[in-house]
């Protein structure tokens, strides 16, 4: 099963207590996402030359986030209280005085509409193709990519339910074969010179809500798309560490089981499944049976366009599994409880969401 986040943060149903366990598979991406504001507010809240913060363009602003549980909350939430020292509060929450920042949780695919019609937000931070499509507005001016905050931070993950991997292993090899394909056709398409750059863009127009051409190119090249997981766990650690800090987690590492943080990343990423599934051809497999994967995914998201290219290249087909997509979702939350429930058997998430269920919702 497959886990993504909800708009409005982490939860699940109430049937949480008969959730299942869930490993990352595989990496989706590295970076690409942003931070922006509207036009008109006042100085430079982040000095790209000397790696300053203006604490003072930055009180009491509003911000719009994909919700509290995706990497694009966290990085703005660390900015806020461990660089600028203020208090990060959820619009409707009690709090004077001031030192503050506010967020509000907005799917990032209606973030730009949003801002224009509401004056009491000033900005937001988006996954790409929206972060580039809002600076793209000339009501809308970009303050930082979040890689200049976190170089090469992990962002989207295929996350598997233990149940399904432990029961189709065969099968969930055959789908990371074909997805590693996927990878390496997006890779080279990416390139302008490409012969596949033009059908590239044509998958991106038809997946995202963005049709500009110029835009998509920019979301392209702040993304840097891979399967490979060797320095995941250590990711997983700095990111543990970091909801650690912001207090984010109920249950502690030893309540679940584990001695510390590395050990916790350890157990999260099964990074045996990629590693022996990669470079495999069609034919290296004793069965190519036809079998139906659910997948569940985020909707508008160019960071997760190689689950897409799979289908429409026919990679999927190659290695027997039909891919049913479950979705699209607004945020990594829906697609967790997705997961965890058994509405999907994999899923394209963000690592944060991960993290959040994996130690919040153990067991």
Not at 303 to 312: K, P, R, S, V, Y
Request: proline content about 2%.
């Amino acid at each position: 099963m497959i886990i993504l986040l909800s708009a409005s943060g982490y939860w699940m149903s109430a049937n949480e207590s008969d959730s299942d366990s869930v490993s990352i598979v595989a990496r989706v991406n590295n970076e690409g996402s942003g931070i922006f504001v509207r036009d008109s507010v006042q100085g430079v809240l982040y000095d790209e030359s000397t790696q300053t913060y203006n604490a003072e363009y930055w009180d009491g602003l509003t911000f719009m986030t994909p919700g509290a549980s995706s990497i694009q909350h966290m990085i703005l939430m660390n900015i806020v209280k461990n660089e600028l020292h203020f208090a990060f509060v959820q619009v409707g929450s009690e709090y004077s005085g001031s030192g503050v920042v506010y967020w509000t949780a907005v799917s990032p695919g209606t973030m730009v509409d949003t801002l224009l019609k509401n004056s009491w937000i000033d900005g937001g931070i988006a996954w790409e193709p929206h972060y580039a499509s809002a600076i793209s507005n000339s009501q809308i001016k970009g303050v930082m990519l979040t890689s200049e905050y976190w170089a090469g931070h992990p962002c989207c993950v295929v996350a598997a339910n233990n149940t399904f991997i432990d029961n189709n292993y065969a099968s969930t090899m055959r789908f990371l074969s074909a997805y590693c394909e996927a990878v390496e056709w997006l890779n080279e398409a990416k390139d302008v010179n490409s012969e596949n750059h033009a059908l590239l863009i044509q998958y991106v127009q038809k997946y995202t809500t963005v049709s500009d051409q110029a835009v998509i190119e920019m979301a392209l090249d702040d993304v840097s798309y891979s399967y490979e997981i060797t320095d995941l766990k250590d990711q997983i650690v700095e990111l543990t560490k970091t909801y650690e800090s912001l207090d984010l987690f109920s249950n502690t590492l030893q309540d679940i089981g584990y001695a510390d943080e590395a050990a916790f990343a350890d157990a999260l990423v099964n990074d045996k499944l990629i590693s022996s599934a990669e470079n495999r051809v069609p034919g290296s497999y004793a069965s190519l049976n036809n079998v139906t994967i659910r997948v569940a995914y985020l909707a508008s998201d160019i960071h997760q366009i190689a689950l897409h290219i799979g289908i429409e290249q026919g990679f999927f087909d190659e290695f027997g599994i039909t891919v049913e997509k479950v979705g699209p979702f607004a945020a990594g939350g829906d697609v967790m409880t997705a997961i965890l429930l058994g509405q999907a058997d994999m899923g394209f998430v963000g690592s944060p969401p991960v993290v959040l269920y994996s130690v919040n919702m153990a067991k």
